[in-house]
T-cell receptor, first 113, second 112 residues
Framework: DVKVTQSSRYLVKRTGEKVFLECVQDMDHENMFWYRQDPGLGLRLIYFSYDVKMKEKGDIPEGYSVSREKKERFSLILESASTNQTSMYLC????????????FGPGTRLTVT | RKEVEQDPGPFNVPEGATVAFNCTYSNSASQSFFWYRQDCRKEPKLLMSVYSSGNEDGRFTAQLNRASQYISLLIRDSKLSDSATYLCVVNEGGGSQGNLIFGKGTKLSVKP
């Protein structure tokens, strides 16, 4: 079974703090993704990576950065958290050469106060 | 803009009912199609892939019409445990073919 883990299920941070969200997958997947999910807006892609050291902006990258130093780990960074970044953050991974189905971690519910 | 459109529901049905969900997608370059299921406050999980010839997995049947860019999911003999949000998903195609485009989901509530 594919396993995608995220460092925290719930996180509360203050406005202006730097926030790190970690994601690790154990199935040697090349592709990794960060999404946020908000009521009425669905899943929105923040950043993705098709390989180590590679990163590409998704649909809503503003206010975020990412790091992929190792194949199994993809980190999302909020440089200066703001209240509009309160959301559910979901990490996913997929295999190159498959039919592109993605496997998700359990999510991190981030609240910025 | 590449989009996937779904009826948000909610669909409220009694146990044992048959229910159908539909979605349309705008990107003709999409090659892979899926239904995901998401329970309340949980992550999305792959329910089934959708193939051109149509496919069935127990009580679930998925259909794809490429010409109309239309995907459907049929659930027969609904169970209480089928209550969830169902997400229609297609891949982006082209240079970002590993990326998926998610519909906003259709909420299903199965009542006793």
């Amino acid at each position: 079974d594919v396993k995608v883990t995220q460092s925290s299920r719930y996180l509360v941070k203050r406005t202006g703090e730097k926030v790190f969200l970690e994601c690790v997958q154990d199935m040697d997947h090349e592709n990794m993704f960060w999404y946020r999910q908000d009521p009425g807006l669905g899943l929105r892609l923040i950043y993705f990576s098709y390989d180590v050291k590679m990163k590409e902006k998704g649909d809503i990258p503003e206010g975020y950065s990412v790091s992929r130093e190792k194949k199994e780990r993809f980190s999302l960074i909020l440089e200066s958290a703001s209240t509009n970044q309160t959301s559910m953050y979901l990490c996913a991974s997929s295999l190159v050469g498959s039919s592109y189905e993605q496997y998700f971690g359990p999510g991190t519910r981030l609240t910025v106060t | 803009r590449k989009e996937v459109e779904q009826d948000p529901g909610p669909f409220n049905v009694p146990e044992g009912a048959t229910v159908a969900f539909n979605c349309t997608y705008s990107n003709s370059a999409s090659q892979s199609f899926f239904w995901y299921r998401q329970d309340c406050r949980k992550e999305p999980k792959l329910l089934m892939s959708v193939y051109s010839s149509g496919n069935e997995d127990g009580r679930f049947t998925a259909q794809l019409n490429r010409a109309s860019q239309y995907i459907s999911l049929l659930i027969r003999d609904s169970k209480l445990s089928d209550s969830a949000t169902y997400l229609c998903v297609v891949n982006e195609g082209g240079g970002s073919q590993g990326n998926l485009i998610f519909g906003k989901g259709t909420k299903l509530s199965v009542k006793p």
